[in-house]
T-cell receptor, first 113, second 114 residues
Framework: KNQVEQSPQSLIILEGKNCTLQ??????????LRWYKQDTGRGPVSLTI?????NTKSNGRYTATLDADTKQSSLHITASQLSDSASYIC????????????FGKGTHLIIQP | DSGVTQTPKHLITATGQRVTLRCSPR?????VYWYQQSLDQGLQFLIQ???????AKGNILERFSAQQFPDLHSELNLSSLELGDSALYFC?????????????FGPGTRLTVT
């Protein structure tokens, strides 16, 4: 069964600090992995998409890594800002269509001033 | 703003009732997806339409149905509502139905069943 596990469930850090969120998956056959940011009560917004051949991708202060061998991904946030407070969702896609999307439960990140 | 619109923003109704949620995709996007997000659950894929035809089905209950109209807007119908149907319902759209393409999410409809 396809699964995506994210850790930690929640994280509190001080403004200006860095943090790293983890995503482990068992999805086959692997197509791509995405990280979304979801503000409370809003729709998710895509941060990065990585295919099998990509092992790092950046979007401003967000950098995602992918290790397809160990089936792990991380999202690193640099110099955190209060606006980074949100849930971060890892989504792994299998070939074959939308029913192949498996969502993690997300990491709830709180940035404190 | 993703360009995907959803109405209504909030909906409060009683158990046993039926509601319709509406979604307009981004201009040019042919594929529409519906998701449910409960308080303690992650996003659950319900159903996907592409250019008016059902393309993929996820964990959609038999009490739920959807369709995509010729103008590409989509509606999600929820009937015989139960307390457990209370959730955020998101619509997303993409230009291509294949899994590699970016999905753009709408702001969601918050459904409360009392």
């Amino acid at each position: 069964k396809n699964q995506v596990e994210q850790s930690p469930q929640s994280l509190i850090i001080l403004e200006g600090k860095n943090c790293t969120l983890q995503c482990n998956y068992t999805v086959s056959p692997f197509s791509n992995l995405r990280w979304y940011k979801q503000d409370t009560g809003r729709g998710p917004v895509s941060l990065t998409i990585m295919t099998f051949s990509e092992n790092t991708k950046s979007n401003g202060r967000y950098t995602a890594t992918l290790d397809a061998d160990t089936k792990q991904s991380s999202l690193h946030i640099t110099a955190s800002q209060l606006s980074d407070s949100a849930s971060y969702i890892c989504v792994v896609s299998a070939f074959g269509g939308a029913d192949g999307l498996t969502f993690g439960k997300g990491t709830h990140l709180i940035i404190q001033p | 703003d993703s360009g995907v619109t959803q109405t209504p923003k909030h909906l409060i109704t009683a158990t046993g009732q039926r509601v319709t949620l509406r979604c307009s995709p981004r201009s040019g996007d042919l594929s529409v997806y519906w998701y449910q997000q409960s308080l303690d659950q992650g996003l659950q894929f319900l159903i996907q339409y592409y250019n008016g035809e059902e393309r993929a089905k996820g964990n959609i209950l038999e009490r739920f149905s959807a369709q995509q109209f010729p103008d590409l807007h989509s509606e999600l119908n929820l009937s015989s509502l139960e307390l457990g149907d209370s959730a955020l319902y998101f619509c997303a759209s993409s230009v291509d139905p294949r899994e590699a393409y970016e999905q753009y999410f709408g702001p969601g409809t918050r459904l409360t069943v009392t």
